[in-house]
C-alpha cells in the first residue's frame, strides 16, 4: 500500500476514534445535565465518527465492490463533516 494510502487509512482510524470516544463522552454528559445542546454535540460527533469509519473502510473494501460506488461513499460522505459542523454551529447558538 502506496505511502498516501496508508496515512489516509491511520488518519481516518484516528478520526474514527477520536470521534467516537468525544460522541460517547458527550452522550454521557448529555445523560447527566439532559441540556439538549449536549445532545446535538454527541450527534455531530457521531458524524465525524461514521465519516471516518467510512474512509477508513474503503481499502479493505476494495475487493468487494466496485471502485466507483467506494469512491462514490467516501466522497459523498464529506457530507457528514459539513453536518458535523452545522450541528456545532446550532449547539452553540442555543439559547
Known amino acids: 500500500m502506496p505511502l498516501a494510502q496508508l496515512l489516509e487509512q491511520y488518519v481516518s482510524l ?3 476514534v477520536l470521534a467516537a470516544g468525544l460522541s460517547v463522552l458527550s452522550f454521557l454528559a448529555w445523560r447527566r445535565e439532559r441540556d439538549r445542546r449536549m445532545w446535538i454535540v454527541t450527534l ?3 458524524m465525524f465518527a461514521v ?3 467510512i474512509v477508513f473502510l474503503e481499502y479493505p473494501l ?3 465492490f466496485p471502485y466507483a ?3 462514490l461513499l467516501e466522497h459523498g460522505s464529506a457530507i457528514l463533516i459539513l453536518g458535523g459542523l452545522l450541528a456545532f454551529f446550532v449547539a452553540l447558538t442555543r439559547d
Open 14 to 16: 484516528g478520526i474514527f
Open 44 to 46: 455531530g460527533y457521531a
Open 51 to 53: 465519516y471516518g469509519l
Open 62 to 64: 476494495l475487493p468487494y
Open 69 to 71: 460506488t467506494l469512491e
